[in-house]
């Protein structure tokens, strides 16, 4: 059975009962040579506990190993997943040490559920790397957002031998620390739970960070800049076509060749077009439409997959704004523009997204949608078709919104490319999330001040704005590099304004709060997250300890409270 759940939320699988230990598993250890941390390895796996041995592939001390002379941890890893026999693979590396209950704490996991891959720390026995604290804490444990994939660590890494083997395994034609983090990506954006488990650690010399290298194989923005022109082997967008574009094909590809991004594939599953060589095929005609539409959604490569009409014109940038949307606020999975409806005739533009998917989008879809292709791989081999996967989708994310029209249908025949601009009244740049309670900014230029955002009261903005002094200046925009919570009340409106700001790259904290109505459980996740929680009063703080806040504090209200600010002087640290 496999759990499907918005975001990078493994929770749910907690709930389910595991059962009598029967998954066989093979341990995987990539090994150089027959050295000392080689042996340190095999005698601690020979002896770990909680888990019946017969049910372990054992080629050497009740482990099954595979070593190449080489060195190389790609091939070595691929060669000993292809001798394997195991339902599940584990890898370690060389020199790790595991807690003695580590195979049993990654397979009490996979009786649990299909679809995972389970994560331990790999820590320097000296102290934890805090770098790699940060990250978990920031992500919720990975579970927040869309770079879980950075937590991937092949020296401590589990997943179903077949899921393993669908996804290619390592790749050997780049080095190992790209390899790595780059299987990581396709596994995490094939819609697989990421599922980390701190208490299954593994201690080894030098522990092992978030990954952090740059490749052309991993589309997320953490691993290439948006400037970066391309074309890339595996793309950001993946361009679908449905329903056909028809006589305006060529058309439509002009369009498509004159967006401001050039990181792009394009599928016509309902056309033959020829031009480019970003243009992908289906290898055969089969099937019907709704299908064929599947299908290309299944076999795109780019890590957002954006459905287009074939009957829309997108405006030049639609692609990237629609992108920088996505990249900016992690915990949503999908975008929203408004649909510009052209009448040639009577010279109108009329805004209106429900008619124009009536009109001329595909069955159930509207004639724009860019979303997560790992969120459409969660959803897409379910028996309900497009339509339904896509109402799937619709129900498991968020949306985030661009405000301004990208897309005007129909356009008149023969317009040359891009001249099919937004409204003329309409803002060319993306906006900021608008809150509910007054976000002001004050925008105070100055050399190495850290931009924060701040979300409270009047009374917290001027505090704030006393206590940034001059190392800090308040935005509003997405360069904040933190997130000050100050001052709020707790509440489903609050929630709104706040969720859209939780970035794994983005310090947080929360100073002189007042609990509200909730929503309780997002609250309580998001705490978590903060580097420090301060309640307004004690009984706000008892009501976020019953939450589940268990490190709440009594800070005060920021406009007048010293432990207030002491509490903001954690954020300083951790910035």
Known sequence: MRVITPENDYRPVTAIAPGAPRLTVTVVVAAPDDSEPLQRTLDAVASQRGYPKDLVSVETLDIGTVRRETGERSRARNLGARHADGDVLLFLDTGGVPAPDLVARHLDWHHRSDGLVVVGPVEDPDGPDPERRAFLRRTADLRHGAEGFRGFTPGNVSLGREAF???????????????EIELGYRLFTDGLLLVHDAAATVARPGGAQPGAVRSARIPHRFSRSPADRGPFPVPKVSVVVAPAAGRRR????????????????????????????????????????????????????????????????????????AVAELDAVPRAGRVTTG?????????LRVDDPETAARAWGFTGLPVFSMARRRDWNKLIEGPAGVAGAWRALTELTRPVVVERNLITVPEPAGSPPGSLSPLED?????????????????????????????????????????????????????????????????????WEEVWPWDHPRRERIAVGVTAGAGPSDEWADFLATCVAVGAATEADAAILRRWGVADAVVSGHPAGSADALALLDTLVEAL
């Not at 309670?437 to 704030?464: E, K, M, N, T």
């Open 339 to 347: 649909i510009a409806i052209w009448v040639p005739a009577a010279g």
């Open 426 to 494: 309409e803002s060319t740049a993306p906006r900021p999330p608008s809150p509910a309670h007054r976000v002001r900014a004050w925008f105070r230029r100055g050399a190495r001040r850290v931009p924060i955002a701040v979300i409270g009261d009047d009374r917290s903005q001027r505090a704030l704005r006393t206590w940034a002094g001059s190392w800090a200046r308040l935005v509003e925009d997405r360069s904040a590099r933190a997130l000050v919570l100050a001052g709020a009340t707790l509440d489903a409106a609050t």
């Open 250 to 321: 060529g058309e439509l590809l002009q369009q498509l060749q004159a967006q401001t991004t050039a990181d792009w594939e394009a599928w016509f599953p309902l056309d033959h077009v020829e031009g480019d060589p970003r243009l992908r095929r289906l290898p055969d005609a089969a099937g019907d439409d709704d299908s064929r539409v599947l299908r290309a959604i299944a076999a795109a490569g780019g890590e957002y997959v954006a459905v287009l009409s074939g009957s829309a014109a997108p405006a030049p940038d639609a692609l990237a704004l």
């Open 165 to 179: 083997v669908a996804s290619g395994g390592f790749a050997e034609d780049l080095p190992d620390d790209e390899a």
